[in-house]
Structures are given as C-alpha cells and as structure tokens.
C-alpha cells in the first residue's frame, strides 16, 4: 500500500513538473481585438516553442497566428540587449502584426564592459521606421546592488534621450524603484509618451502616474491573489491611459500562474480588469486598442 502511494505520488509531481513547460489551454477570444504592448518572443519560442505545440517552420508566425485567434492582433516586441533589439527590429519588418521597442534592461546596464558602444547601437536601431518605443529601461533596485546603480541610471538617462530625440515612447522597467524612476524623469524631463511595463505600484503611485499622462500596462500580475494594491491601481486608472501586456514568457495570468505564458492569453487578464474595474468588456478592449494605437502608431 505504501509503496502504491509512493508511486502515485511521484506521478503526481512528475505530471506538474511537465506541466510547468507547458503552454495553457487558449482562453475564450475577447469580443473587440487588442493587443499585447509588451512580450519577448525570442525568449517565448526559443525557451517553450509554439502555443499548441508541434512543429512549426516559422515559430514566430505561428505563435503571432495563435494570439490572433483569440482577439490579439497586434504585438510589440521587446528588446532588453542590442541583440535582441536588433532580432526585434528586424522581426517587426517582416510581420505587419508586431512592432518593436529597443534598449539595453537596467540589470543588462552594469554588466556591460561598454556601456557608450551599446547605447551607440540601440540608438542606431531606434532610427527604423517599425521601432516604435525605447525600452525597457528604468531602474531596477531588486537584482542590482548598490554597485550597479550608477551604471543603471546612466543608461536611464541616455535611454529618456534617445526617445526624445526620435520621438519614441519611453517604456519603463520599475522594480522596488518608483520614487527613483519619477526622480530620473523630472531631471531629465520626460518625452511625450511614458509607459510604466508590468506596473506594480499601490493606487497612490498610479495617481501620480496618471497625474503626469504616463501610460500604465497591467500584467498577469494583477490577477495574482496577493496583488490587491495592484488591483485598486487599476481601479484609479482611466481607460485612456491603461495598456495590457503579457510579459511573455513571464507572469502567467490566473489560475494558470507557473506555466509558460504568451500573447493569446492576454484576453484572461483582460477580463479579469474589466470584472475588477467594472468596466464593459468590449469598451475596455477597445480603449486598450485605441490606447495601443496612440502609443506605438498604425501597425
């Protein structure tokens, strides 16, 4: 008997560490389209593959196709290194449903030997037509110490720059660094366009984001159980200045929290917001749409 229930138990793990690889089932598709305003789909189907699994000659227009299928039709792909910037810039030219943002992560600034030579490159980049954005930037006081600061907004800095100079959004990786970020963007002074990824400040913070016209895009994150300052963020932020994105691979909406995520499960989050905010689905998805547009511009 024991060794039964040994046995079943090891199964048991055994089945949830598969299932940790693997993609979700796809959600209901959103009744207007919108679209996910931050994912990585180098790391998505170079780590995963294609949602839905089996082979596929192009993963990335299969994965672009999946998303569509469920009422996402439009992609901004995610450059946190010159190469994966670069990657993005070119994949933007060859799919007319994803556009790209380029820049060097705040935990990438500190780590590089050059920091002037790949400014000097993603600033290159930010000169093609289908980039749209430069970031994600900003400041990131979890994984980088004291000694990485310095580096960390230097790159910052030199990123709010390119983006005025090009006439780009300006999206923001803040992590354990709001007052910082806002510190960083008075000094400089903000360019028009500001998007706060995967915003995880309390309704306060919001309030002073939305005070200042900055954009503010909910992750999967707000649907975590332990998110409730997140959740009254979104309640404080009008639909006008509200993204939605996916992170991707990261942050895996509810209940599917630990497995792979990706764009064609952005409508979850989506309707989790409009049940937490009381708004009309099909309003909230296409403010989010309109927003998109105004942000990045016509795909």
């Known amino acids: ?39 990585h789909l180098d790391i998505t189907v170079g780590d995963y593959g294609v949602p839905g699994g089996g082979p596929a000659d192009d993963p990335v227009a299969a994965a672009i196709a999946v998303a569509a299928g469920v009422g996402v039709d439009r992609l901004v792909q995610v450059g946190v290194d010159v190469e994966s910037s670069r990657w993005g810039a070119d994949v933007a030219e060859r799919y007319g449903g994803v556009l790209a943002t380029v820049a060097l992560h705040p935990n990438e600034a500190p780590r590089l ?26 400041m ?34 803040d992590r354990d660094a709001h007052a910082d970020v806002l ?22 913070f919001a309030r002073e984001c939305v005070r200042r016209g900055y954009l503010l895009s909910f992750a999967g994150t707000v649907t975590f159980g332990s998110a409730t300052a997140l959740r009254a963020a979104a309640t404080v932020t009008p639909p006008g200045q ?25 409508p979850l989050t989506v309707r989790f ?27």
């Open 273 to 299: 917001l409009a049940e937490t905010t009381g708004a009309d689905l099909d309003e909230l998805c296409a403010a989010i749409s309109a927003t998109g547009e105004r942000v990045f511009g016509p795909w």
């Open 183 to 204: 510190r960083v963007l008075d000094d400089e002074g903000a360019p028009d366009t500001v998007v706060l990824h995967c915003f995880s400040g309390d309704a306060d």
């Open 113 to 138: 030997a050059d920091l002037d030579e790949a400014l000097r490159q993603i600033e290159t980049l930010a000169d093609r037509d289908r980039v749209r954005g430069i970031g994600e930037t900003g």
């Open 140 to 173: 990131d006081f979890f994984r980088t110490g004291d000694e990485g600061r310095a580096a960390q907004e230097e790159s910052f800095r030199a990123h709010i720059a390119i983006a005025k100079r090009y006439g780009k959004a300006l999206v923001i990786h």
């Open 242 to 266: 509200l993204l939605v994105e996916t992170d991707a691979p990261y942050l895996t909406p509810m209940p599917h929290r630990g497995r792979p995520n990706a764009s064609y499960l952005i």
């Open 1 to 39: 008997m024991l060794a039964a229930m040994t046995e079943q138990t090891e199964t048991r793990k055994q089945r949830a560490a598969r299932r940790a690889g693997e993609f979700p089932p796809a959600p209901e598709a959103l009744p207007v389209p919108v679209l996910d305003s931050h994912t």
